[in-house]
């Protein structure tokens, strides 16, 4: 069984920095994907930022230039680093790995960010 594991979350001053850590523990036979979703209170869970099987990143437009996603193959880990954090970025992030063999999606409970002075 996959587990995803999140850390990193807290309370932070516009303008301020946050890093997120997701580790994934289990057998997993492959990664299609991997990544950070976020949801914000009364509003649609968001792709913030992932990596896709071919190597390629894909972030949403609104945090371009201020998150950078990395990743530790070997330990499964996928780091997401924020900067320049906005108000609008308050959220629960959520860690999500697609298994390449199955295609199911693993997520993990999530943690609250929030941006506010």
């Known amino acids: 069984q996959v587990q995803l594991v999140e850390s990193g979350g807290g309370l932070v001053q516009p303008g301020g920095s946050l890093r997120l850590s997701c580790a994934a523990s289990?057998?997993?036979?492959?990664?299609?994907?991997m990544g950070w979703y976020r949801q914000a209170p009364g509003k649609q869970r968001e792709l913030v930022a992932q990596?896709?099987?071919?190597?390629?990143?894909n972030y949403a437009d609104s945090v371009k230039g201020r998150f950078t996603i990395s990743r530790d193959n070997a330990k499964n880990t996928v780091v997401l680093q924020m900067n320049s954090l906005k108000p609008e970025d308050t959220a629960v992030y959520y860690c999500?790995?697609?298994?390449?063999?199955?295609?199911?999606?693993?997520w993990g409970q999530g943690t609250q960010v929030t941006v506010s002075s």
């Open positions: 999500r790995i697609v298994e390449l063999i199955t295609g199911v999606a693993y």
């Open positions: 289990g057998s997993i036979f492959g990664i299609a994907a």
């Open positions: 990596f896709t099987s071919g190597g390629s990143t």
